[in-house]
């Protein structure tokens, strides 16, 4: 038998591998490349046991923020900053409509159908932990199936802002869930205030920063790695002073794919050469395509199930999360000429990141809370189940969409 480091390196390359020609497939046929991830990490862990889940659970917060970090800065670099003002808006109600109505119907199959005998806050953490799509999935999605250039727009925001809705009343659920006190509304609206403007306003900086700085280096060797590194850096200082880090990669992203365009809004002079160069773009997105591949694949080896009530469970609860995302998108798109791509954006519901490491956390608390002890499995493999069941239904959804809309 080949040792671990031989078989690491193996299992990497063969990763790799299957990543570019599931790519390679999507391309050519539509059929999106997340679900045969999956697949492919179902197979070398529960099935043939090749990777011990137990032994890589630990990298889930680190494998899944440097994905959500450099997929962000992928897709914000192929946003139109002018597409980016005139959508938000709508992208926040889809946003906003689409996590309440989520949580309240998660919540609600919870409550009276999953744990009943449990207090009702724990049901309320479920809602507020499968809420909203995941920027990963949506991201990589909407920048590549051939929908209008306004509905990628949409998505890829609605979805950067519901990572955030998810993770902040998560935290504050957990919070009065832990210290047995209710937190006021006035306290939750400063949380999320503050986690969008701190994470904007410093993607906007050092963007601008960057954009400044390339200038002089862009000639330099190594320049197009110290850009990787000055957004990792944004990333962290903008969660470090309490904002999203997620919403600072992707301006972070939109600064850089929009030189031009910045330029001529503040009114500077535009440099003879554009330092955002085609070069740049498609190192950054190879990194991007280097961390999707295996975050997915890493989605698949953790799944740990073997009560098939939480296989079934999880289904529904995405059949039922289907229907609440299609009200949503459809309240989202009133008079607008995103109505023809409503099917689209519907079944673009897929939860991945935020889920992932929010059901994990009630681990953390497993000795001073019981009921999380007895409830962390259940939110885990829930979670799993949900993200495998939203990739299948987005999997399947738009392929078939896209060939109906062709006929």
Same mark, same amino acid.
């Given at each position: 038998?080949?040792?671990?480091?031989?078989? &690491?390196?193996?299992?990497?390359?063969?990763?790799?591998?299957i990543?570019?020609?599931?790519?390679?497939?999507?391309?050519?046929?539509?059929?999106?490349?997340?679900?045969?991830?999956?697949?492919?990490?179902?197979?070398?862990? $529960?099935?043939t046991?090749? +990777?011990?889940?137990?032994?890589?659970?630990?990298?889930?917060?680190?494998?899944? %923020?440097?994905?959500?970090?450099?997929?962000?800065?992928?897709?914000?670099? &192929?946003?139109?900053?002018?597409? +980016?003002? /005139?959508?938000? $808006? @709508?992208?926040?109600?889809? &946003?906003?409509?689409?996590?309440?109505?989520?949580?309240?119907?998660?919540?609600?199959?919870?409550?009276?159908?999953? !744990?009943?005998?449990?207090? =009702?806050?724990?049901?309320?953490?479920?809602?507020? !932990?499968?809420?909203?799509?995941?920027?990963?999935? #949506? #991201?990589?999605?909407?920048?590549?199936?051939?929908?209008?250039?306004?509905?990628?727009?949409?998505?890829?925001?609605? /979805?950067?802002?519901?990572?955030?809705l998810?993770? +902040?009343?998560?935290? #504050?659920?957990?919070?009065?869930?832990?210290?047995?006190?209710?937190?006021?509304?006035t306290?939750?609206? @400063?949380?999320?205030?503050?986690?969008?403007?701190?994470?904007?306003?410093?993607?906007?900086?050092?963007?601008?920063?960057?954009?400044?700085?390339?200038?002089?280096?862009?000639?330099?060797?190594?320049?197009?790695?110290?850009?990787?590194?000055?957004?990792?850096? &944004?990333?962290?200082?903008?969660?470090?002073?309490?904002?999203?880090? /997620?919403?600072?990669?992707?301006?972070?992203?939109i600064?850089?794919?929009?030189e031009?365009? *910045?330029?001529?809004?503040?009114?500077?002079?535009?440099?003879?050469?554009?330092?955002?160069?085609?070069?740049?773009?498609?190192?950054?997105?190879?990194? %991007?395509?280097?961390?999707?591949?295996?975050?997915?694949?890493?989605?698949?080896?953790?799944?740990? *199930?073997?009560d098939?009530? *939480?296989?079934?469970?999880?289904i *529904?609860?995405?059949?039922?999360?289907?229907?609440?995302?299609?009200g949503? #998108?459809?309240?989202?798109?009133?008079?607008?000429?995103?109505?023809?791509?409503?099917?689209?954006?519907?079944?673009?519901?897929?939860?991945?990141?935020?889920?992932?490491?929010?059901?994990?956390?009630?681990?953390?608390?497993?000795?001073?809370? =019981?009921?999380? %002890?007895?409830?962390?499995?259940?939110?885990?493999?829930?979670?799993?189940?949900?993200?495998?069941?939203?990739?299948?239904?987005?999997? +399947?959804?738009?392929?078939?969409?896209?060939?109906?809309?062709?006929?």
């Open positions: 038998m080949a040792d671990p480091v031989t078989l &690491a390196l193996t299992l990497g390359g063969l990763i790799i591998v990543g570019f020609l599931s790519n390679y497939l999507f391309e050519r046929t539509g059929f999106p490349d997340v679900l045969l991830l999956i697949v492919l990490g179902l197979l070398l862990g $529960p099935v046991r090749l +990777v011990d889940a137990a032994s890589i659970m630990g990298l889930a917060p680190y494998l899944a %923020a440097l994905a959500l970090v450099f997929i962000l800065l992928d897709g914000g670099m &192929a946003m139109n900053i002018y597409r +980016v003002f /005139s959508e938000s $808006p @709508r992208a926040a109600i889809l &946003a906003v409509s689409g996590f309440v109505m989520s949580a309240i119907v998660t919540t609600l199959f919870m409550m009276f159908i999953v !744990i009943p005998n449990v207090p =009702p806050l724990y049901s309320v953490l479920c809602g507020t !932990i499968f809420g909203g799509s995941s920027s990963i999935v #949506v #991201v990589s999605l909407a920048s590549r199936i051939k929908v209008s250039e306004k509905c990628s727009t949409v998505l890829s925001l609605e /979805s950067a802002l519901a990572d955030i998810c993770i +902040v009343f998560s935290l #504050v659920v957990m919070e009065i869930i832990l210290k047995g006190t209710a937190v006021d509304l306290t939750i609206g @400063r949380s999320i205030a503050s986690r969008f403007s701190t994470g904007i306003v410093l993607g906007v900086i050092f963007g601008f920063i960057w954009l400044s700085a390339l200038k002089r280096i862009a000639k330099a060797s190594y320049a197009y790695m110290l850009t990787l590194a000055v957004v990792l850096l &944004a990333y962290a200082f903008s969660e470090f002073l309490g904002g999203s880090g /997620s919403l600072c990669s992707l301006l972070f992203g600064m850089l794919g929009n031009k365009e *910045i330029y001529r809004i503040l009114r500077m002079e535009r440099p003879s050469n554009l330092v955002i160069d085609v070069g740049l773009k498609r190192f950054e997105s190879e990194i %991007a395509f280097l961390l999707k591949t295996f975050f997915f694949v890493y989605i698949g080896l953790i799944v740990t *199930i073997s098939f009530a *939480i296989v079934i469970a999880g *529904i609860l995405s059949l039922i999360l289907l229907l609440v995302r299609s949503a #998108v459809k309240l989202a798109t009133i008079r607008s000429e995103l109505v023809k791509e409503q099917p689209i954006m519907s079944v673009m519901l897929t939860r991945g990141l935020a889920a992932a490491v929010l059901a994990t956390l009630p681990m953390q608390y497993a000795i001073e809370n =019981p009921i999380f %002890a007895e409830l962390t499995p259940l939110y885990i493999n829930l979670a799993v189940i949900i993200i495998l069941a939203t990739a299948i239904i987005a999997t +399947v959804g738009i392929p078939l969409l896209k060939r109906r809309g062709e006929k």
